[in-house]
């Protein structure tokens, strides 16, 4: 059974900032792509980051130069450095797992969710 548990969510002020983890069990993390995505309420879910087998990564326009997505292997572990926070990056942030293409960044290209963790972000 494959597992996603994120952690390191918080409030913070803008301009700030937060790292998020997410730790995988069951899944065979250097094998395929991970992505961070985001849910602010009454909007879609949105990918922000994602990040393949080989390093490659994707960046949505809005957090391009603020966030970097990482993972290891070892650790079996995908994190994400949010700096220079603002207000609109408040949201659930999800971890998911083994995209179907190619840093994809559509909520249904992936097959693997965690829970989520919530980000704050006030003026």
């Known amino acids: 059974e494959v597992q996603l548990v994120e952690s390191g969510g918080g409030s913070v002020q803008a301009g700030g900032s937060l790292r998020l983890s997410c730790a995988a069990s069951g899944y065979d993390f250097s094998s395929g792509c991970m992505a961070w995505f985001r849910q602010a309420p009454g909007k879609e879910r949105e990918g922000v980051a994602a990040?393949?087998?080989?390093?490659?990564?994707r960046y949505a326009d809005s957090v391009k130069g603020r966030f970097t997505i990482s993972k290891d292997n070892t650790k079996t572990t995908l994190d994400v450095q949010m700096n220079s926070l603002k207000p609109e990056d408040t949201g659930m942030y999800y971890c998911?797992?083994?995209?179907?293409?190619?840093?994809?960044?559509?909520?249904?290209?992936?097959?693997?969710w965690g829970q989520g963790t919530q980000v704050t972000v006030s003026a």
């Open positions: 998911a797992a083994k995209c179907r293409y190619y840093l994809a960044f559509s909520q249904s290209d992936y097959n693997y």
């Open positions: 990040i393949d087998k080989y390093g490659d990564t």
